[in-house]
């Protein structure tokens, strides 16, 4: 896969030995401990990248008036690299560092999902059960038309419960009480869409999800949460109540207001309380502690027989990043290098999810509130993940987390982490083999399908094959198997003047057998 990396990147590189280098932060060792699965020559190729990173963000702060940052890059489930840039108080001149803690906002909502799916894994709520079997007061909802379905705990993990975009309106609930909660249901919710039909992004389907998680678990969520993701994770820093965090970590929070000149000024947001609406963007964490999360979500990839050990099964954390809810298509979008490159994008269970033209699989989500504004994002096939702060309103990072990724990808030359061959995959590669380039007892060999001869047969094969033959010279070598999934790979097969790549995939039977195979010229 092709990544591009834009040409003001290594232009501005030159100029980064003029600014004042940040110091790297190695996370601390947490109680979970997430595997390595890449040998360490992947941080080496990733360092010279860092000044450059340092750079993109040094540049998103100062264009979008961010009073202060704090970012990190996350490897195979460590962090490798963070940073600070200006300040968490702008008047008392507290430096930001990987150690302040920010209010993420809606980056909440997947630790929200998270604890839903622990309680489906623990088999005390389904994702198809009625909402309202957590909620009473929802039995009562006016739904948009007499034919609408029920709302499902998994709407409102997907936001297609079909209530209203609410992102202005929902910024200011953060600190409303349970009560004001239970008034709001009871008094009743528009409908934007019946449920199950549309994606439309909402902070009142979170809240919900806490008092869902209130309920099954009976205790407050942000306890449940605390007790069951955050203490596990190691994340012993991380608060929902801005008061409880001491006043020298405290990332406040600013709007910046422009005086008609071009000039302008930060003005102070005030930090709303914790409250019933926390579930959908209330956390306050730091750098260090949130690479800690991002560290689990890298740790689900790939399947695997090892031990798991996380404070959630690695199969749900795959779940909550597929993309259930289609949220958009962006034709016209463009890569760093400013390329056109179209983007799909859907929303999992609290993540956003997308895939660009080159075939590029992002996750994450980003987070926005009056004085913040956040976003991590990992690529799951590379085992590779960003996280930025900014403390002012709507900071918009997202744009800069993808530059990050794309940037560290390219330098680095990172490769997708391998998938491992399954025995039945290899076993029929080096049966294969064996009958190239003749064909001699194939239809006896046991190894395809029903349907391969009648496809093609003997015959053709053997004179495609002999022909590639001809071209490719003597076989030096036969390549390593890279597998697509555990019944679907290709290697090549190197000759003197030409190699040939081999594609085959496995049918549903046990044991599998070949049903196509393709051959295919390579140059040298």
Same mark, same amino acid.
């Given at each position: ?18 600014? #004042? ?183 009142? #389907? ?203 990808? #390219? ?37 395809? #399908? ?75």
């Amino acid at each position: 896969m092709k990544y591009l990396l834009p040409a003001l990147l290594l232009a501005a590189s030159s100029a980064l030995a003029q600014q #004042a280098p940040l110091g790297r932060t190695v996370a601390h060792v947490s109680t979970y401990q997430p595997p390595v699965f890449t040998d360490a020559d992947r941080l080496k190729k990733l360092e010279p990248a860092f000044p450059i990173v340092e750079k993109l963000f040094r540049d998103i702060a100062e264009k979008r008036h961010i009073p202060g940052m704090a970012f990190g890059i996350v490897l195979d489930g460590k962090l490798v690299y963070s940073g600070g840039l200006g300040y968490t108080n702008v008047d008392k001149k507290i430096a930001a560092t990987p150690k302040s803690l920010f209010r993420i906002a809606s980056m909440t909502k997947s630790l929200t999902s998270m604890a839903v799916l622990k309680l489906r894994d623990e088999g005390k709520l389904r994702l198809d059960d009625p909402a309202e079997n957590y909620i009473p007061e929802l039995k009562s909802h006016k739904y948009l038309t007499a034919d609408a379905p029920k709302i499902l705990v998994r709407n409102l993990l997907t936001h297609s419960a079909g209530f209203p975009e609410d992102n202005p309106w929902g910024d200011r609930q953060l600190a409303d009480t349970d009560d004001d909660l239970t008034k709001l249901i009871k008094g009743g919710i528009s409908n934007a869409n019946v449920p199950s039909f549309a994606y439309e992004y909402s902070n009142l #389907a979170f809240a919900m999800l806490g008092r869902i998680i209130s309920t099954v678990s009976g205790k407050p969520y942000q306890q449940y949460i605390t007790e069951n993701i955050l203490k596990p994770l190691g994340m012993n820093d991380t608060q929902w109540e801005y008061t409880k965090v001491p006043a020298n970590r405290l990332a406040l929070g600013y709007r910046w207001q422009e005086d008609g000149s071009g000039a302008g000024k930060w003005l102070e947001e005030p930090l709303l309380h914790d409250g019933s609406h926390g579930a959908m963007g209330g956390l306050i964490t730091s750098i260090e502690d949130f690479s800690k999360y991002v560290a689990v979500h890298e740790a689900a990839w790939p399947p695997r027989n090892d031990v798991d050990n996380g404070p959630v099964k690695r199969s749900s954390i795959r779940e909550m990043q597929q993309p259930w809810t289609f949220s958009g298509l962006a034709a016209q979008a463009k890569n760093p290098a400013g390329q056109v490159c179209p983007v799909t994008s859907g929303y999992g269970y609290g993540l956003g999810w997308n895939k660009n033209c080159a075939g590029l699989v992002g996750v994450g989500h980003s987070g926005g509130l009056p004085g913040f504004g956040s976003q991590w994002r990992i690529l799951p096939e590379y085992g590779i993940g960003v996280i930025s702060y900014g403390n002012v309103t709507y900071a918009g990072l997202g744009g800069v987390n993808i530059a990050v990724l794309d940037t560290l990808v #390219a330098l680095a030359k990172l490769q997708p982490r391998q998938l491992p061959v399954s025995p039945i995959l290899a076993q029929r590669k080096a049966e294969l083999v064996k009958l190239l380039p003749d064909w001699t007892n194939a239809e006896r060999s046991g190894i395809f #399908a029903e349907n391969f001869f009648p496809d093609n047969s003997v015959a053709i094969r053997r004179k495609t094959v002999q022909d590639l033959y001809a071209k490719a010279g003597a076989i030096k070598r036969i390549g390593e198997l890279i597998p697509e999934n555990q019944l679907r790979g290709h290697f090549v097969m190197e000759g003197e003047k030409a190699s040939i790549d081999v594609f085959f995939t496995l049918t549903p039977e046990n044991p599998a057998l070949i049903q196509q195979l393709d051959f295919r010229e390579v140059t040298n």
